[in-house]
């Protein structure tokens, strides 16, 4: 299957839709029919996605041989959005307040990805 730059644009779009959905299931208080586990195994698909098309986008858009900025940025969103349900479950942070900073890092990630500003 010869993959197109839209087709890695669809599978990250996908991705992030996976991740916020995962997340809200892991973080959910209840955990009804396996809910929760359920979300740990769609958050783990949705960041490994996350990552070959994000760096399969750079490929297709010809910015890998030394990555911008923004791209670096991403990487750290990811990283954070990888580890904030750890800081939940250690009682670091409340699930509301890891709610709203997952949010708003999905926010600054897709204006990253679009503006692509440094
Ligand atoms: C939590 C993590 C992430 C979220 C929520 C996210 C979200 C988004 C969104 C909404 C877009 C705009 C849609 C599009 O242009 O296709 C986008 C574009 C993009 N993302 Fe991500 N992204 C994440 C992680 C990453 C990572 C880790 C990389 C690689 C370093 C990456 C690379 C890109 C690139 C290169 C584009 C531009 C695509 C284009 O202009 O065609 N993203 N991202």
Known sequence: MGMILQHYQIIHLIAVMILFAG???ALAGTDHGGTRKFG???RGVSLLLLLVTGFGLLA???IMKSLPVWAWIKLAIWVIAAVLPVFVKRKMLPGTAAVLIALALGGVAAWLG?????
């Open 23 to 25: 997340t809200g299931a």
């Open 40 to 42: 740990a195994i769609l």
């Open 60 to 62: 297709k858009l010809g």
């Open 114 to 118: 679009i503006m692509k500003p440094f």
